[in-house]
């Protein structure tokens, strides 16, 4: 960043002699280039800066404070946004007016005091204008001034919340691990996952950031290790590899909006920023989530727009498709994710706690989870002779993970997951090398009690033979007499009927029914089909 000296280098000796008369330094010379070095030479005194430090307005200082907090510099539009434009005016009207001696903002005020200067620096989107802090002046004021979100907070933003607002607790959890054990499932069997308790969409971007997925297939070796760790060691890879990521992007994750077009944010940066908040906060503390968003809009409202652009993002309103740009919107893009943070993947992952009110499901305060977030996986699962296994949320998530592979999956219920062993599902396990013998095994060591003797056979008789017996729903065709069947199957519809069953019965090949019924009324033969004898019943 420029120093003082190159700060002012274009200034007229008019603004020097300002900027003189404000600090109380008298300048000598009447020549530009000279009397800059001798107002530099003055201002860069330690002691004097305290001086003026102590004589900023409390505006002025938070400006100041800001610009130190953000490493000396900020983009002009988001500085200005806060703290005020600066009056153009040229040198003859400044001096005839004396604007200077009645600023109009903290911007104005710290400008003719030279702690702040304006320039254009490259970026990675070309030049941009920022408000700066004069690179040798910052240095003296860095002692002085309070730390930011640079480093450690200087205050906690918000406010303790009520009794009201945590009224009803919700416990952080482990439960993504099942989710994500469900999801894994799926990716396995090219299924689409049922409904979890954490989108799915959430759970797969995070086993991706992980390197346990990747689109939407799985890497068997990460899985296998994933699913073999205990609960608190795999919880932790989740909350590392998210806390890490650049790519997981909670932006466009938050209900209710929809990002379009090829712009880009820094999702790290805003997650980042956000944890080093919580690290301010008081431990053990139920904190006002509402309190806590709107400090952090009027002190950190650019946290996640480095640039402090509100027009570049793309994004609209999912409920009526408006587009949200401008300031105006903060509430509903930056302050949507700040409330999406913490109330979904900082929750989901066990970093935070949540409550409500008790006359409300919204939430209104969190605070940040101290102790590890486990629970054994000592369950045990129980198997029907019907070929149905209950797996309680609690059994090994390796086991149901392969336990899912071998069967139909059941809508589950509460605390426990539902699967049904099939011929079509045994099929689609041996199709992926899976055996029968692998999942006798399974069972036999993971359940309550004793397998189902019939259950057992039932299997051992497939391995060996394969399927024994099957229930189909067919069309069947009844005629009076067998020389119509016969005649039938002389007529051109004779290609539509299949095994005969008996001398007046035959089966109609699916979808066939309404052109056999077309060809027996050509034979002259009206027929009725099972549909219009429950209407006749009904009438």
Same mark, same amino acid.
């Given at each position: ?70 490493? =000396? ?17 040229? &040198? ?45 002046? @910052? ?32 416990? @952080? ?20 996952? &049922? ?60 209900? =209710? ?22 690290? @301010? ?228 090949? &699916? ?23 429950? @209407?006749?019943?009904?009438?």
């Amino acid at each position: 960043m420029p120093n003082l000296l190159q700060s002012l280098q274009l200034r007229d000796l008019g603004h020097l002699r300002i900027v003189a008369g404000m600090w109380g330094v008298e300048l000598s010379s009447a020549e530009t280039q000279v009397a800059l070095k001798e107002l530099t030479t003055a201002l860069l005194d330690p002691d004097l800066v305290r001086e003026m430090l102590d004589s900023l307005s409390e505006q002025a200082r938070s400006g100041l404070e800001m610009l130190m907090e953000a490493g =000396g510099k900020m983009p002009w539009a988001a500085f200005a946004r806060q703290f005020g434009e600066i009056r153009q005016a040229g &040198p003859g009207r400044r001096d005839r007016e004396q604007g200077y001696l009645n600023p109009i903002s903290a911007a104005e005020t710290l400008f003719y005091r030279a702690f702040l200067a304006r320039a254009f620096f490259d970026t990675a989107g070309g030049a941009q204008e920022f408000a700066y802090i004069p690179q040798d002046l @910052a240095k003296l004021i860095k002692p002085i001034a309070p730390k930011g979100p640079q480093g450690k907070p200087f205050e906690p933003p918000g406010r303790l919340a009520t009794l009201k607002e945590y009224a009803r607790p919700i416990p @952080a959890s482990d439960r993504i691990l099942d989710d994500a054990t469900t999801c894994l499932a799926a990716l396995r069997l090219g299924l689409e996952p &049922p409904e979890l308790k954490v989108p799915a969409k959430v759970v797969k971007e995070l086993l991706q950031a992980a390197g346990i997925a990747s689109g939407e297939t799985s890497q068997p070796e990460q899985v296998k290790a994933f699913l073999e760790m205990s609960r608190l060691q795999a919880l932790n890879r989740l909350t590392k590899a998210w806390q890490e990521s650049e790519f997981f992007n909670e932006l466009r994750l938050v209900p =209710g909006l929809v990002c379009e077009g090829e712009w880009s944010n820094q999702p790290l940066v805003a997650r980042t920023f956000l944890f080093r908040l919580l690290e @301010a906060l008081p431990k053990g503390k139920w904190w006002g989530l509402p309190a806590f968003i709107r400090a952090i809009k009027d002190k950190y409202p650019d946290f996640q727009r480095p640039a402090g652009d509100y027009d570049a993002w793309f994004i609209k309103r999912l409920s009526d498709g408006t587009y949200l740009r401008g300031f105006d919107c903060w509430d509903e893009v930056d302050g949507a994710l700040l409330r999406y943070l913490i109330t979904g993947p900082m929750f989901w992952l066990g970093v935070v706690e949540l409550a409500t009110p008790e006359e409300s499901e919204l939430v209104t305060a969190f605070r940040v989870n101290e102790k590890p977030v486990t629970s054994v996986e000592k369950g045990k699962l129980t198997v029907g002779s019907n070929g149905r296994i209950s797996v309680p949320r609690l059994v090994p998530r390796v086991t149901r993970y392969i336990i899912a592979r071998f069967c139909e999956w059941e809508e589950p219920v509460p605390d426990e997951y539902r699967y049904r062993v099939t011929t079509g599902s045994l099929k689609k396990a041996a199709k992926q090398g899976l055996k029968v013998g692998q999942l006798l095994s399974l069972l036999a060591k993971s359940a309550a009690s004793g397998l189902p003797p019939a259950f057992v056979r039932a299997l051992m008789r497939w391995e060996a033979h394969g399927t024994e017996a099957r229930v189909e729903n067919q069309t069947i065709l009844r005629v009076s007499r067998p020389e119509v069947l016969e005649e039938l199957r002389k007529s051109k519809a004779g290609r539509f009927l299949g095994e005969t069953l008996g001398p007046a019965t035959v089966i109609v090949k &699916p979808g066939a029914q309404a052109r056999v019924l077309a060809a027996l009324a050509e034979l002259g033969l009206l027929a009725e089909s099972s549909k219009d004898f429950e @209407a006749d019943k009904r009438l």
